[in-house]
């Protein structure tokens, strides 16, 4: 679609005033047009609006829409085994000058399959922030966020403004690994894990899978049997086994070898984890 105009508002207030007339769309790292193009002939720019703000706050970090995927390190975002896990997928996105431009509100509202901070999202039970004009933020949880695409569950003059992290107490421990054919390529395999453990047991997890359905998913059967018991490599082997996942078609490798590659790297992550969670104990 031809642009017709490219506006800068200088405010929240004001972007939002403008995605609510017709024909008009937000842009702020501009990876999601160079794919497809615009969507709008109208583009709102929301680079110039405050939301490229890291802030920790009483229990919870908060990551503005327009920080960049390259500024998502522990020296940006602090160093709590939140930021790590975050920091860990941007890590891992795409090449460095994509890194430069790719923005957590695009990476979050495009959600394209191989997209990883929605999976890291869903492994720390993360709330994504919109707002639109005349009317009170909203925060959705990732597990909504993930379950119906964004494009089919907002009004399109809604705004990604921030990801919110809970920053929970205890032994806490996180991983992300991703499998992909060149360091260059799109993840044919992303896994995201959260642990705690309390006394040696572990009393809460959350595996998130991504690039293996079109949408993030938690693999809940895997959860439920690490939590109540040590994470040992036999055990967390075995918790593998209840993978159930069913990976989708890829021209790149066939849906067998992936989810052997996906019990692999659910195995490695979860192993990561735990060993970050208990001191190299697991």
């Not at 995927?69 to 000058?97: F, K, Q, Y």
């Not at 997209?115 to 922030?129: F, G, K, N, R, T």
């Not at 964004?150 to 996180?174: C, D, I, M, S, W």
């Amino acid at each position: 679609m031809r642009v017709t105009e490219y506006l800068y508002p200088e405010s929240l207030e004001a972007a939002l005033r403008l995605l609510a007339a017709p024909d008009t769309s937000p842009i702020a790292g501009g990876t999601v047009v160079s794919l497809e193009g615009a969507r709008a002939p109208r583009l709102v720019d929301i680079t110039r609006i405050g939301l490229d703000q890291v802030t920790l706050g009483q229990g919870e970090l908060l990551i503005g829409a327009a920080v960049r995927a390259a500024d998502l390190t522990l020296e940006t975002l602090g160093a709590s085994p939140e930021a790590m896990l975050i920091a860990e997928a941007a890590a891992g996105m795409a090449t460095t000058p994509l890194r430069n431009a790719i923005t957590v509100g695009g990476n979050l509202a495009y959600l394209c399959g191989w997209a990883d901070l929605p999976v890291a999202a869903l492994a720390l039970d993360a709330s994504i922030e919109v707002q639109q004009e005349g009317a009170a933020p909203q925060l959705r949880p990732a597990t909504a966020w993930v379950a119906q695409h964004p494009r089919a569950a907002l009004p399109k003059e809604a705004l990604v403004t921030a990801l919110r992290l809970p920053l929970k107490p205890g032994a806490r421990g996180v991983a992300y690994h991703r499998f992909r054919a060149s360091a260059t390529e799109n993840a044919l395999v992303s896994v995201a894990v959260a642990v705690t453990v309390a006394e040696g047991i572990c009393v809460e997890a959350r595996v998130a899978l991504g690039a293996v359905t079109p949408r993030p998913v938690r693999a809940e059967a895997v959860e439920a049997a690490l939590i109540g018991g040590p994470l040992t490599s036999a055990r967390i082997a075995q918790a593998v086994e209840a993978l159930d996942v069913r990976v989708s078609p890829n021209f790149r490798m066939s849906p067998k070898a992936r989810t052997r590659i996906l019990a692999a790297t659910t195995r490695r992550a979860i192993l990561e984890a735990s060993q970050r969670a208990t001191g190299g104990q697991a």
